[in-house]
């Protein structure tokens, strides 16, 4: 790890200002920070720590219809996965903080570090220099996980200049649930779904951006303050996690799903993958169409299987997209209350 | 370079990084560190860092103050700083949870936390889990009353995850008692008999 200087943020202030530099880093919980700096993913001459900050708060304000659940950047995954206003109005995020990692981390993990964690592609994950190509860490240089080994790599939104997926499982639940992310920086506050947040690597070309290192929509100097959700009336929801042992581990496909059934029929549906591509992806497709169908395994399989024709395997990974069916189809009907 | 040897419980780490310093252990007398070289990388001269940060905390009920160079992980501070080597180095990323320790009495990955970031917080580490007078505590006994390890290695971790476990209300049936201690490898996999040591210690928690 390369040495570097801290310093504590007292005021927002004093941490945009310091984001000017472009070699200063913000650290919140710092368990993925502190992989970077060992890795060389980053080397940052300077950290500022935002604990002084706060923004950790978790509460539900009275809208007009619904509450609508704030919570802030750095409050951690373990009090998120177990706040009882969560729990209450959105059982799937809970869920999914509960499932990201152990209880050690969870216990110092922020959301907002956790939704800008990067792939855990081993190609990108591996320490400086690599011996191989990798065009997030050095663009140009190749992606080796496209004919490598990339069982758990994209099937969705992949480019030949890299194929990683975004890891987050809270992600996955904040666009299952329309979140909206706010952010604050040189340009004043602004907000955004989270939904867009993350780009593809497609979306980055389509925008003119570099395919592999044009991650996300965070600008140079700005920090996420909170995140929003709109809880909606009756809808229930459910993540499903599938990975290679039961506890502590990261997903090969995840789905979250918020359902909301009348007379026993799905009356809305809100479905959206994890693992699967370099941002959640909702099926829009699917959704629409759910509308109407009772809560029927083969039914409900049919609707979500066509939603992801578009998927696109890699040489080994071709079972991802099987997964992501089954996944979606499990979340929607336990959401829906199926037994 | 000149050796400190302190009795007293607040260490003042000289810039030049002379070792080896002493802690007093609680319920054992004082310990000197042995200059053994860290476990994965090369002696490195703790003055190269241009940026060193004072912090004072307290590790196991005493209180601290150190200077420390922003990138030193908790983990390394107390084993090399310290002399506090109970508390294990394993994997160095925050997978296998034997660097276990209290922070605020939360446990955390040591080497997921700089040493920086616990300035003003109590420190809890395996060798503050038993009682002053050094009988064990209920988890310690129970991991020896069930069997519950094999080398050993990531025995401390295990324990001082045990008792957070405990205290969070989480050691409650075996199922869950392994999804919150999911945080903890045993390569020796002795888990059967680390699920049996916590849910006795849990017991034995309640039933006092």
């Known amino acids: 790890m390369e040495d570097f200087a801290y310093a504590r943020a007292r005021e927002m202030a004093e941490a945009t200002a310091a984001l000017a530099s472009r070699d200063t880093a913000l650290i919140a919980g710092g368990t993925e920070l502190l992989n970077w700096l ?11 720590d935002i604990e002084p900050l706060g923004l950790d708060g978790i509460s539900a304000s009275a809208g007009p219809d619904r509450p609508v659940l704030t919570i802030g950047a750095r409050a951690t995954l373990a009090a998120i996965g177990e706040h009882p206003l969560v729990r209450t109005h959105g059982a799937v995020l809970a869920d999914a903080c509960l499932a990201a990692a152990s209880a050690q981390i969870r216990n110092r993990a922020t959301l907002a570090g956790n939704v800008l964690q990067t792939t855990r592609c081993p190609y990108f ?11 997030k860490r050095h663009p140009g240089s190749g992606c080796a996980a496209l004919r490598g080994v990339n069982e758990r790599m994209a099937i969705l939104g992949w480019t030949e200049d890299c194929v990683a997926t975004q890891p987050s499982d809270p992600l996955v639940a904040l666009a299952c649930l329309d979140a909206t992310v706010t952010l604050t920086g040189p340009d004043g506050e602004r907000s955004l779904p989270i939904r867009t947040f993350h780009r593809t690597q497609q979306e980055a070309v389509a925008e003119g951006l570099d395919a592999a290192t044009a991650e996300t929509r965070l600008r ?32 090969l496909v995840s789905a979250a799903a918020s359902v909301r059934v009348e ?46 024709g578009d998927a696109r395997p890699l040489s080994r990974n071709g079972f991802k997209k099987a997964m992501a069916i089954n996944a979606a189809t499990r979340a929607l009907l336990t959401a829906g209350g199926a037994t | 370079m000149a050796d400190t040897h302190r009795s007293s419980t607040t260490i003042e780490r000289p810039r030049d990084d002379a070792r080896p310093r002493r802690v007093d252990q609680p319920g054992g007398p004082a310990f000197e560190r042995r200059d053994s070289p860290p476990i994965t990388a090369p002696a490195r001269d703790r003055s190269l860092s241009t940026h060193p940060v004072a912090i004072a905390l307290r590790v196991n009920g005493k209180s601290i103050e150190d200077v420390v160079a922003p990138r030193e992980t908790l983990l390394d501070w107390l084993r090399e700083g310290l002399g506090l080597s109970g508390t294990k180095k394993g994997c160095n990323e925050g997978a296998c949870g034997t660097c276990t320790v209290l922070v605020e009495g939360q446990r955390m990955n040591a080497c997921l936390t700089l040493a ?22 209920p988890v310690q006994q129970a991991f020896i009353d069930h069997d519950a390890f094999q080398c050993g290695y990531c025995t401390p971790g295990q324990i001082v995850s045990a008792v957070a476990c405990i205290a969070e209300g989480h050691a409650t049936d075996p199922a869950t008692v392994r999804e919150w201690m999911s945080g903890n490898l045993c390569r020796c996999s002795c888990y059967p008999q680390i699920v049996e040591a916590v849910l006795a210690a849990a017991q034995r928690a309640g039933g006092r």
Do not use: M
């Open chain 1, 220 to 251: 140079a100097g700005e920090i996420i303050v909170s995140f929003a959700i709109a809880t909606r009336a009756g809808e229930r929801s459910a993540y499903v996690k599938v990975r290679e042992r039961a506890s502590y581990e990261y997903a």
């Open chain 1, 263 to 308: 007379d026993g029929a799905i009356a809305a549906a809100r479905i959206a993958l994890g693992s699967v591509a370099q941002r959640p992806w909702r099926l829009d497709a699917a959704e629409s169409a759910l509308v109407g169908q009772r809560l029927d395994r083969v039914a409900i399989r049919t609707l979500v299987t066509r939603a992801l």
């Open chain 2, 116 to 137: 920086v970031q616990c300035d003003g917080k109590a420190v809890t580490t395996v060798e503050g889990i038993a009682a002053a007078d050094g009988t064990l505590h």
């Open chain 1, 38 to 48: 060992r890795l060389g993913i980053a080397a940052p001459a300077r950290l500022v």
């Open chain 1, 125 to 135: 994950r591996a320490e400086s220099p690599l011996p191989w190509g990798c065009n």
